[in-house]
T-cell receptor
Framework: EAGVAQSPRYKIIEKRQSVAFWCNPI?????LYWYQQILGQGPKLLIQ????????DSQLPKDRFSAERLKGVDSTLKIQPAKLEDSAVYLC??????????????FGPGTRLTVT | KNEVEQSPQNLTAQEGEFITINCSYS?????LHWLQQHPGGGIVSLFM???GKKKHGRLIATINIQEKHSSLHITASHPRDSAVYIC??????????????FGKGTKLSVKP
């Protein structure tokens, strides 16, 4: 079974530039998550999709971050314009069910973003 | 206070030592996950458990629901076990139901 794919793996940009990350979840997984993990901390949920609908984006800084999952499969996360504090690893995860009693999220390799 | 707390934050061990990482949580959960993160950033799920104990190779995970506590044990540790180990709880309450609540991770270094 293929895992969650993410690209790029690494990205270095200057502040005020734009950047986009791509995620391809495991086939058949309806739920997709984007997390931000700042060095030394646990991941923080940015946005959660169920198919192509947003179910939780309460911690997404909407003035600069946007995400979409148009066909309910692949997803992109965009930052425009980037700030120094956006330097982090951006993780994508997918799971089969939402709000199930026992479900497992499968994580991608992450994209390490450095904003200079 | 974080809803999921891990200890220790950093752990250095000699190859072959028995290692224990602890996790306590203060919220209602439906499952507890142990995750492994290598320096490249990607996360691998090691265990998902809701009761008792699970074993996979040299790794053992236990959970005590009454005490809201879980442990991850590594027997005969090896330098390739060096990674960050993250405890995460699947919330079972309110609007956060189904979401993962993460601990800050334990950075393990195993010296040869």
């Amino acid at each position: 079974e293929a895992g969650v794919a993410q690209s790029p793996r690494y990205k270095i940009i200057e502040k005020r530039q734009s950047v986009a990350f791509w995620c391809n979840p495991i086939s058949g997984h309806a739920t997709l998550y984007w997390y931000q993990q700042i060095l030394g901390q646990g991941p923080k949920l940015l946005i959660q999709f169920q198919n192509n609908g947003v179910v939780d984006d309460s911690q997404l800084p909407k003035d600069r971050f946007s995400a979409e999952r148009l066909k309910g499969v692949d997803s992109t996360l965009k930052i425009q314009p980037a700030k120094l504090e956006d330097s982090a690893v951006y993780l994508c995860a997918s799971s089969m069910t939402y709000r199930g009693s026992h479900y497992e999220q499968y994580f991608g390799p992450g994209t390490r973003l450095t904003v200079t | 206070k974080n809803e999921v707390e891990q200890s220790p934050q950093n752990l250095t061990a000699q190859e072959g030592e028995f290692i224990t990482i602890n996790c306590s949580y203060s919220v209602g959960i439906s499952a507890l996950h142990w995750l492994q993160q290598h320096p490249g950033g990607g996360i691998v799920s090691l265990f998902m458990l809701s009761s008792g104990k699970k074993k996979h190779g040299r790794l053992i995970a236990t959970i005590n629901i009454q005490e809201k506590h879980s442990s991850l044990h590594i027997t005969a540790s090896h330098p390739r076990d060096s990674a960050v180990y993250i405890c995460a709880a699947t919330s079972n309450y309110g609007g956060s139901q189904g979401n993962l609540i993460f601990g800050k991770g334990t950075k393990l270094s195993v010296k040869p």
